[in-house]
Each structure stands twice: as C-alpha cells, then as structure tokens.
C-alpha cells in the first residue's frame, strides 16, 4: 500500500513554487529479494524526513537511487524532480583522511545551505571553547544566516 499526496502547482506564501521529488512506482530487486514493490511517494521542498528499518530492508538502496548513483528496475526512470534540485549524498562506505573532521565529512560540499550550517556548527564549537564578545558576535550572525535560511 502506498499513501501518496500530490498538491499540482501549489504555491508558497511569497507565490513562488514548491518544488518536490516525486517516485512513483519504484521497483527495485536483489537477487532474489524484492526491495522496492512499486513504491510511490513525494518529498517537498523544506520536508524533513527520516528514514527508518532493519538491515537488509532497502535504505541504503534507496538513497542511492534518489540521489542518482543507481536506478531501479525497469527501461522507466520511477524519480521526478526539478532541474535544478540537488541532492547530496554520503554514502556507507568512505575512505577519509586521518586529517578529517568528522563535521569536515559531514559538511563537505559547495551547497551554500551546508555552508551555512558548517558555518553555524563551526561558531558552535569555538563558542565552547572560547565565550567572549567576538565569537557571540559570529555566533549572531552565524545564527541569524540559519534562521535566514529555515536551516
């Protein structure tokens, strides 16, 4: 069974439009097992989701596939979205420097939504460390550019 919700054409309350990804009858198998029996869903602009399952049930697979690394069965790509959405992705499996920051890894990427938040978390962090006028200064603005963004 899948629960599906498709709003055509609505808009924000500045009138600009929503935008969404959009999977409609997704099937997907592995060997044997079948992971995706044509799932249907939306995610809208702004959404927040999480994704939630055993091992073994799909997840990872099916990020794979939203973000474009993979597709499911079938000559029918199952995945809509805008021209312009763009989707990052990280997946299981890395090979990072010993260097590395867990949040670099986290953050990694030129999407200025993830710069803000980096910026944000890195504020944080000095916050911590070191409370005085300069870095409550940062931590305003890094504040300010999250609420900006409904970060």
């Given at each position: 069974?899948?629960?599906?919700?498709?709003?055509?054409?609505?808009?924000?309350?500045?009138?600009?439009?929503?935008?969404?990804?959009?999977?409609?009858?997704?099937?997907?198998?592995?060997?044997?097992?079948?992971?995706?029996?044509?799932?249907?869903?939306?995610?809208?602009?702004?959404?927040?989701?999480?994704?939630?399952?055993?091992?073994?049930?799909?997840?990872?697979?099916?990020?794979?596939i939203l973000?474009?690394?993979?597709?499911?069965?079938?000559?029918?790509?199952?995945?809509?979205?805008?021209?312009?959405?763009?989707i990052g992705?990280?997946?299981?499996?890395?090979?990072?420097?010993?260097?590395?920051?867990?949040?670099?890894?986290?953050?990694?990427?030129?999407?200025?939504?993830?710069?803000?938040?980096?910026?944000?978390?890195?504020?944080?962090?000095?916050?911590?460390?070191?409370?005085?006028?300069?870095?409550?200064?940062?931590?305003?603005?890094?504040?300010?550019?999250?609420?900006?963004?409904?970060?």
């Open positions: 069974m899948a629960f599906f919700c498709y709003n055509n054409g609505e808009k924000f309350e500045d009138g600009s439009e929503m935008k969404e990804l959009k999977v409609t009858e997704l099937y997907k198998t592995f060997g044997d097992k079948t992971l995706f029996d044509r799932i249907s869903f939306l995610i809208h602009e702004k959404d927040r989701i999480g994704l939630i399952g055993v091992n073994g049930t799909g997840k990872s697979s099916l990020l794979t973000a474009g690394k993979d597709s499911g069965d079938g000559d029918v790509s199952a995945i809509e979205k805008a021209s312009d959405y763009r992705y990280l997946s299981q499996e890395q090979n990072f420097s010993d260097e590395t920051l867990v949040l670099d890894a986290v953050f990694q990427g030129n999407n200025p939504l993830m710069q803000t938040v980096r910026e944000y978390e890195k504020v944080l962090l000095e916050l911590s460390v070191d409370n005085n006028a300069d870095t409550q200064r940062k931590f305003t603005l890094a504040e300010e550019a999250m609420n900006k963004q409904d970060a």
